[in-house]
Structure formats: C-alpha cells, structure tokens
C-alpha cells in the first residue's frame, strides 16, 4: 500500500518538480549564458586574469529559496482536519505516511537541483571552451580568458547540494510543528532566523572586528543576509568558489573573508544541526489528527521562538557593538544600527 502511495504522490507533485525545475533554471541558466569568460587586462599580464564567482550563487539561492518553501506543500495536509482524517485511514502507519511524504521532497530536490546544475554547468563549460586565450575586442583593448580551475566544481556543487538538502530538513522539522498555515510560516521565518543567529554568530562577529579593524567597514548588502540559517550553508562554498575555482585572492593582496577555520566550523555547525532535525524527522511520530487546521503550536515553548529571535538579536548586536567601538569608534553608531536591522529581518 505505502509502495502504491510513494507512486501516486510522485505523479502528483510532478508538476511542482516542474516549477521548481524552471524557476532554478531560468535564473541559473540565465546567469551560465551571460557570465564573462574573458576580462579586459588592466594589469599589463602580471597576475591571473580572474572573477570573483564563478555563478555558482545563482544555483545556490534559488536552490535554498525552494529548500525553504517546498515543506509548506510537504505538510500542508496538516492544516487540513478532513485530508488528516483521509490519510490516517490508510493501510499503513501515520509516521510511515509522515516518513514517505518528507523523504519523497528530498529526493525530488536532489534531482532537481543536479539537473538544473549539469545543465548550466555544460552550458557555461562550452562557452569557455571556445573563449580563445586571447583577443582583441572593442576600442583595441585585449580580452584575456579567465582563470577557472574545474577541479573543485564538483566539490562545491557537492557542498551547495548538502547546504540545500540540510536547509530542507530544518525548513520541514520548523513547519512540521504548526498545524495551521499562519502558525507554520511564522515557525518557519521565526525558526530560520533563530539558527541562523546561532550558527552565523561566531562568522558575523569575526567579520565585524576584522571589517572595522581593517577600517574597510561599509554599510553593504553582508549584514542584511547573516541573520537567517542558510547562509551557514553558504559561506563555506563562497569560500571555495572564490579562493579555489576562481583563483580571485591570488591577485589581491586583502584576506580571503574570514579564512578557512571559521568558514569550516560554521558550515559543520549548520550541517551538524540539520543531520540532528534529520533524524527526527525519519524516527518523530505524526501528530494526532485531532490538532489539524487547529491554530496554537501543541508544544507550548514554540510560541516562545519570537522572544527568543528578541532575546539573540540583543545579544549579538551588543557584542558586535562593543567590538566595532572598540576598532573604529567613530562607527558605532551607523554599524549598530544596520547589525540591528539585518539581524531581526532576516
């Protein structure tokens, strides 16, 4: 009965597989058609030739967006008494229902993400391939390929698609505990925001004192993304893309963002939580129906979560705060402010 179940549920989201598919792809592929193979040389030929990316964030955010969301229709039957009952009635186990469902979206994820990625890939492969050494473009200037070393490609690809099947679980561990659709998008913000305090506190705080030490502090997009848990599954790829592939570093003399130890540590962190939530996820029960579409979390201390984001964004400003007036006093003020702003929306 489960076996025929797993059947018909593919066959049914495979329209959302489709979506899913074209909204990665559009941006992805788009990006793979249009990224520059060849810079011009302002440099006289005396340090690689290099960009910053090599495009593998246009895979990776969108990737992590449907990461994110996908849980919503995962367990949406939770929201509905009268889809709870008809399930329940089934020939097989609640939790096995809970189980097949949950591991049917990571699997589809998986195979959309790869084949959203060996797409692009090939697509931007073929295009460097036939990007001559050197050439003369318009105005007279030089064009010079780019320095990409393949090598690491699957690496990073293999790091993104963990980051993404790890955001999947903990997105589908936050939405499982609601039973009414408000309750479950507010888990879901709420939580994100909660682990992502946690596990990109230690990276943020680094980069603070480094930036204002450094003086090279500058209101930017950083502080508004290193609230929310998907970017601990981001840094540690960053790091790859453009240390590795790209080769960016080598010919500037500033730091690689923070160095390899902090970018590790706060990848495993995020991983080492999203194999913990995994588990339960595989081995938790499935709820009694008869909490379905009621609003109220069953467990009381998860309407607590919106203090505790309260309680975090407190501490952390404070001790981002100390750190920069501590390195440029001067800064204090403008920095506070947007650690404050970034950390609470996400």
């Known amino acids: 009965m489960l076996k025929k179940y797993v059947k018909y549920q593919i066959k049914k989201w495979m329209p959302l597989l489709a979506v899913g598919v074209l909204f990665m792809g559009f941006i992805y592929w788009l990006t ?17 030739h290099t960009m910053s990316s090599s495009g593998f964030l246009a895979l990776a955010i969108p990737a992590l967006i449907v990461a994110t969301v996908l849980p919503l229709f995962i367990f949406h039957y939770r929201t509905s008494k009268k889809a709870v009952d008809t399930y329940y009635q089934a020939a ?15 699997g589809m994820l998986a195979i959309a993400v790869t084949a959203v990625f060996l797409v692009g890939f090939a697509l931007f492969a ?28 699957p690496l990073l690809f293999l790091l993104v698609l963990l980051a993404v099947l790890a955001q999947y679980s903990i997105s589908s561990f936050l939405v499982s505990l609601g039973d009414y659709i408000f309750d479950q998008l507010c888990l879901l913000y709420f939580g994100n925001v ?17 930036s204002a030490a450094m003086k090279t502090f500058a209101p930017t997009y950083e ?18 893309d453009s240390a590795l592939i790209c080769n960016y570093y080598a010919s500037r003399s500033t730091a690689s963002f923070i160095g390899w130890p902090t970018a590790i540590a706060t990848y495993l962190m995020f991983v080492a939580f999203a194999g913990g939530v995994l588990v339960y996820n595989l081995l938790s029960k499935d709820p009694s129906g008869e909490y379905a579409s009621l609003r109220g979390a069953r467990n009381k201390p998860i309407a607590l979560l919106p203090h505790g984001v309260a309680l975090l964004v407190g501490i952390i400003v404070s001790a981002a705060t100390f750190l920069s007036v501590r390195a440029v006093r001067t800064q204090e003020a403008t920095f506070s402010s947007l650690v404050f702003v970034g950390l609470f929306f996400g």
């Open 194 to 210: 909660f682990l992502g305090l946690i596990v990109v506190a230690p990276y943020f705080l680094v980069y603070v004192h480094m």
């Open 126 to 153: 073929l295009r460097y391939a036939t990007t001559p050494e050197s050439y003369t473009g318009p105005y007279n200037y030089t064009n010079y390929r780019v320095e990409y070393h393949f090598a690491y490609v």
């Open 92 to 106: 097989f186990r609640p939790r096995d229902f809970k189980r097949a469902r949950f591991l049917i979206g990571m």
């Open 223 to 240: 502080p508004f993304l290193y609230g929310f848990s998907p970017i601990g599954g981001m840094i540690l790829p960053i790091q790859i």
């Open 32 to 48: 793979m058609a249009v990224i520059p193979t060849s810079v011009i040389d302002t440099r006289d030929g005396t340090a690689p």
